[in-house]
């Protein structure tokens, strides 16, 4: 019962993902345009997580970053990604650039490496280590 709930959730989550590119595509929306947050007074790389992650990262509803992450660790770990304790600077730049679930991967064109060390300095700030 439990695996086909699993399912359930992450089949939500594609056809939400399908429907926002699909949206995207019809409209060329700004959804994806960077941010116009200045981050000042925020950590390092703030900003870089907001052009780039938040979109699917953040918080609020029909995030699909966050919704799987949900389904996934069930209340275990944050799903939001900058509330992370546990993360490391190699694990964000390996999801980055490899991607994993339904998350693509993103080429150097794409998030420049000195973007990705400052979102993955941002991302493990708060690390307990």
Request: charged residues 20%; proline residues 4%; aromatic residues 8%.
């Amino acid at each position: 019962m439990k695996k086909v709930g699993v399912r359930l959730a992450v089949a939500l989550v594609l056809l939400f993902v399908a429907r926002v590119v699909s949206a995207q595509e019809a409209s060329r929306s700004s959804s994806w345009t960077k941010s116009t947050t200045s981050g000042e007074g925020q950590p390092r790389g703030y900003v870089q997580y907001q052009n780039y992650c938040s979109m699917c990262h953040g918080e609020g509803p029909g995030k699909p970053g966050t919704l799987a992450l949900q389904a996934k660790y069930k209340g275990a770990e944050p799903a939001l990604l900058d509330k992370r304790t546990d993360l490391t600077s190699q694990l964000v730049k390996t999801f980055v650039r490899n991607g994993v679930s339904i998350m693509p991967f993103f080429r150097k064109t794409e998030i420049s490496d000195a973007d990705l060390d400052a979102i993955a300095a941002y991302l493990t700030r708060n690390n307990k280590q």
